[in-house]
């Protein structure tokens, strides 16, 4: 201890004036010892600490300068320091350091002095601070307003941060801007994720300028730009100078006063940002982080650990992964605020853009452009600026070529956010080899994925000792690192999918690499055609609603698939496989028209094979029997009667089925007697389908019995001769689809149902049962079915007189047609209202109405019934129309020639009743009285065995028969009807035939 009692001359607490000094003061202390001299109870030996020691005893908690006649007090810190050196654990030495720190301005090294002392004490004798160091230590952590400190060099002052005035506007995120509000108020570190581009940094800053409520203290905000800084250990410095604390430090640390540094920056961040000395609480915005991500979570756990009073907000395209973070992923603009960003960007370029006023008359193209861009701002305000040069219909149809389209951004912005490229070239530089492998890889996927398809076609390098990666960690770190979204499905999985730029950028780089992209779009083939035909069976089954749902959720990798396979014959066998296993999935979803294009890609892929041996040959009937089904639907159904190659296609692909009991009882091969309406040839229809009946019920499976068994009903209700079989079919059904599940089966034999009845006039058995069907067809998604069976009700409401509920079940009929573009529907609903206008009167409406029904049956395949009704209501138009092509005679030869064309479509007595009904009101204005009793006759027999007429229809026809009566009297009239009771409708067209050969030649 002797050696602590004897300081070295001119450098003890005697002599703070610098060697040569006076001698010393008389006043003497000690730590905590009640003598002069005496050894304290830390083992210390007391010194005089000088005349000056008294000086800094009597500054108060904030002075900010010392006396007049003391020494400097960084000269005096470097003495005291000295001094603790010597005698670690005297507290009295390290009072007045502390002391002489604080008087220098340098409060964080006061504070860090005090700890220095802390740790001393407990390391050495395991003893806290005594009570004079503890109530310094509260004066330095005491909140006071911080007062300019004159330190010899600058004057050091409390700023309130570095947010630096934007020079653009700010558009929408809104929510977004409340969210991050209500995060930080929860959470002392919140993370904006989202892919380069999204709009992070502006979004931050621009949360970080609106965080105090009204009434509260502001926090002073700093952000730290963190994209320059390439160094992970470099990023405590970089924060550091961001607050411009690393000037200050370094100015005093090079003061020469004897002090040993403290340049460890994320200590004086500490110093900085930890203490209740503060006025006010502290965000710290940490921008750019994904580049050094391990650094920057480090850092933020460091300071939020420390420094109570402190929040971060951080900026990275994948989470920092803290304790306590709150991750608020930053999705792309909605459609309107992308479209203001757009308008906003462009009017600096052009002055009064306005996209609806363009003169290309395109105000779509800023949407196309803002979608196509995925809503990502740094994309827009790139595009926006090519409005210099472009127009924006020339931008959007440029977007296959972003990369080379979206550049030259700001001079003043880092290089990496001037090009599109550039953004999204940083994110794959920061990717390992196998995140890279795995994102060319998924570049493969069309509108999403789900974990299992990725498994199916992720596959990185295998080396010695090194594993496959796992396609979950990998797909984790992809999500993680903003290149991949994910979202729950419907379902609750999870599914994923890229960006339409990100995209666009992993198809360029997968391109690279013919190799893997070669696996990967083998891989993906596979898996689809995997998927599509285990789901084929189920979508006939009481099942089939999960599985119609998970096509529809890959319907674009399908369609991916499809492409693939269709593009050349090497894939023949797997195209021909997909086109098959989705036929019935676009049919039953109304993807008719897709099915029609996708099924004549399939089946002229290599040559037509002729040879049932060949493993091609049924995979092509199948292919062609298909394309026949759907071309039907879109209106090519005289295709075969017009075309002699194509005519003689069908009949050798009808033969071919017809001969096969096991091909002919599976779909689409179920469907061949169907051939018979393609080539014209349909008297022998229905003995075909008895014997594909028969065929079915000893070979097929339910649901296919089922199918062709619906036909015959349908085809029974359509056809003459009272529906001879219809119960006992309709009761098997009924059986049939309650074991098959299916819906759509239940949905047929309940319109089946509905028909038969409306054809025996038992309207609330058809309604109940139409209802059903309608119920069933929207269940299982069958967007063709509901708005025509809404029709039908329509029909219903208005041969029962509700007008009122048929114009409501018109209006919501047409509605569905549109949105699914349901041609033959809205047919049908224009029909009707044709109808109505017509026995209101309303001759006009009638003829547009009907225009637009004939035009609307043009686009698809109507059956022959319909086609023939129109005609009928035309004609009875045409009577009413003037002109050369109207009046009275028009009528005449019109309904006849639709009444022919309903014999030779061997229509049912509803069609060819109504028909006979028109015509008699017409040949009753020609005078031919006796005429119009026989058809009168003739159509009152046929309508035994069909729906009763309506009331405005029964009137017009009293009214015929009355002015009959009056015209020939009771007996003649009499003698003409019991005539006309046996007329067939061969002899009826005869009679009609007759007189219109009388009629003036027009």
């Excluded at 160094?231 to 003061?255: F, I, K, M, Q, Y």
């Excluded at 062709?708 to 309709?730: K, Q, S, T």
């Excluded at 009707?832 to 686009?859: C, K, N, P, S, Y």
């Excluded at 009875?876 to 309904?895: F, M």
Aim: proline letters at 7%; hydrophobic letters at 40%; one cysteine or more.
């Amino acid at each position: 201890m002797a050696a602590e009692a004897a300081p070295t001359p001119g450098h003890g607490p005697n002599n703070v004036h610098g060697p040569g000094s006076g001698p010393p003061a008389n006043g003497t202390a000690t730590t905590h010892g009640p003598g002069p001299h005496g050894p304290g109870p830390h083992g210390a030996t007391t010194h005089d600490v000088g005349p000056h020691g008294a000086d800094l005893n009597a500054a108060g908690p904030h002075a900010t300068a010392p006396h007049a006649s003391a020494p400097r007090p960084a000269a005096l810190a470097a003495e005291l320091t000295e001094l603790i050196a010597a005698h670690p654990y005297d507290e009295r030495f390290r009072a007045q350091l502390i002391r002489a720190l604080r008087a220098d301005g340098r409060q964080a090294d006061a504070l860090a002095a005090y700890e220095d002392a802390r740790r001393a004490l407990a390391d050495g004798l395991g003893t806290d601070p005594g009570p004079e160091l503890a109530a310094l230590h509260r004066e330095l952590l005491a909140p006071a307003p911080p007062a300019p400190t004159e330190t010899g060099v600058f004057h050091v002052k409390h700023a309130r941060g570095n947010l630096r005035p934007r020079l653009t506007s700010f558009v929408g995120r809104e929510p977004e801007l409340r969210a991050i509000h209500d995060d930080l108020t929860r959470s002392r570190l919140v993370t904006l994720t989202g892919p380069g581009g999204s709009g992070k940094t502006r979004l931050a800053e621009e949360s970080a300028a609106c965080q105090a409520p009204a009434g509260t203290t502001p926090p002073d905000v700093w952000i730290a730009e963190l994209a320059p800084v390439e160094a992970p250990d470099a990023v405590p410095g970089a924060v550091l100078s961001a607050l411009g604390l690393r000037e200050t430090a370094l100015l005093r640390d090079n003061s020469l006063d004897g002090t040993l540094p403290r340049t460890d920056p994320v200590d004086l961040l500490v110093d900085r940002l930890g203490h209740g000395s503060r006025p006010a609480p502290v965000l710290l915005i940490l921008d750019n982080c994904e580049h050094v991500i391990d650094a920057a979570a480090a850092l933020a756990e460091t300071l939020l650990t420390r420094c109570p009073q402190l929040r971060i907000l951080a900026t990275s395209r994948e989470p920092l992964a803290v304790p306590g973070e709150s991750v608020r992923p930053v999705d792309p603009l909605p459609a309107d605020p992308a479209h203001r960003l757009f308008t906003e960007r462009a009017r600096a370029v052009r002055p009064g853009f306005d996209p609806d006023h363009e003169p290309a008359h395109d105000p779509d193209a800023v949407a196309e452009i803002c979608r196509r861009l995925d809503g990502l701002p740094l994309a827009i305000e790139l595009a926006a600026a090519r409005l210099r040069l472009l127009g924006p219909r020339q931008i959007a149809d440029r977007l296959d070529d972003r990369f080379r389209l979206l550049t030259g951004g700001s001079r003043t912005v880092l290089p990496r956010q001037q090009t599109l490229r550039a953004v999204v070239d940083w994110s794959w530089d920061l990717l390992d080899e196998d995140e890279r492998t795995a994102l060319r890889q998924v570049s493969v996927f069309a509108g999403g994925w789900d974990l299992t398809a990725a498994e199916a076609v992720i596959r990185t390098p295998v080396g010695a000792g090194r594993p496959a990666a796992d396609t979950a960690d990998l797909l984790g770190a992809l999500v993680d690192k903003s290149l991949v979204v994910a979202a729950p499905a419907v379902d609750g999985a999870m599914r994923y999918r890229l960006l339409e730029t990100i995209h666009e950028y992993a198809v360029e780089r997968c391109a690279e690499t013919p190799q893997v992209r070669a696996a990967a779009e083998s891989a993906h083939t596979a898996y689809f055609l995997g998927l599509v035909e285990e789901a084929e069976p189920r979508l006939r089954s009481g099942d089939q609603l999960p599985w119609i749902q998970r096509l529809e959720t890959d319907l674009d990798n399908i369609r991916a698939a499809l492409q693939r396979t269709t593009a050349s014959g090497l894939s023949e066998p797997e195209a021909a496989r997909l086109v098959l296993g989705m036929g019935w999935f676009w049919w039953l979803r109304n993807y008719r028209s897709e099915g029609l294009a996708w099924t004549q890609k399939a089946r002229t892929l290599g040559p037509e094979p002729t040879d049932e041996s060949d493993p091609r040959y049924w995979p092509r009937m199948n292919l062609h029997l298909l394309w026949f089904f759907f071309a039907a639907e879109s209106g090519q159904s005289e295709i075969a009667q017009a075309d002699a190659e194509t005519h003689e296609l069908v009949n050798r692909v009808a033969d071919a089925f017809a001969a096969s009991q096991s091909h002919s009882v599976r779909f689409p091969g179920l469907l061949w007697p169907m051939t018979s309406y393609l080539t014209g040839t349909t008297e022998d229809t229905r003995e075909k389908i008895d014997e594909a009946v028969d065929n079915a019920r000893e070979h097929g499976g339910a649901w296919e019995y089922g199918v062709i068994l619906m036909f015959r009903a349908h085809m029974l209700v359509d056809m003459p001769g009272g529906m001879p079989g219809i119960d006992d079919d309709l009761a098997e059904l009924r059986a049939l689809s309650r074991r098959v599940g299916d819906r759509w089966m239940r949905a047929q034999v309940a319109s089946a149902a509905a028909e038969a009845g409306m054809m025996r006039g038992r309207y609330d058995e058809a309604s109940t049962a139409y209802e059903e069907a309608l119920l069933l067809a929207r269940e299982v998604g069958a967007h063709a079915e509901a708005p025509f069976l809404l029709a039908r009700l329509a029909e219903l409401s208005y041969r029962t007189g509700d007008l009122a509920a048929a114009h409501q079940r018109l209006d919501s009929s047409e509605a569905e047609a549109e949105r699914h573009q349901a041609h033959d529907a809205t047919a049908y609903t224009h029909y009707l209202r044709a109808t109505m206008a017509f026995h209101r009167g309303d001759i006009a409406d009638a003829r547009r109405m009907l225009t637009v029904a004939q035009e609307q049956a043009g686009r698809g395949g109507p059956p022959s019934h319909f086609t023939v009704a129109m005609s009928g209501l035309s004609a009875r138009i045409t009577v009413h129309e003037p002109g050369p092509d109207g009046g009275i005679d028009a009528g005449a030869r019109g309904l006849t020639e639709a009444l022919v064309a309903a014999k030779e479509a061997q229509c049912a007595e509803i069609v060819t009743g109504h028909l006979a009904d028109g015509a008699v009101t017409v040949l009753s204005k020609l005078g031919h009285h006796a005429a119009v009793v026989r058809i009168l006759a003739a159509a009152d027999n046929w309508r035994h065995q069909s729906s009763p007429r309506t009331e405005g229809e029964q009137a017009e026809i009293d009214a015929v028969e009355r002015l009959c009566r009056e015209e020939l009297g009771a007996r003649r009239y009499e003698e003409e009807r019991a005539a006309g009771v046996a007329l067939t409708l061969g002899d009826v067209i005869d009679v009609l035939k007759d007189i219109v050969a009388d009629l003036p030649v027009p």
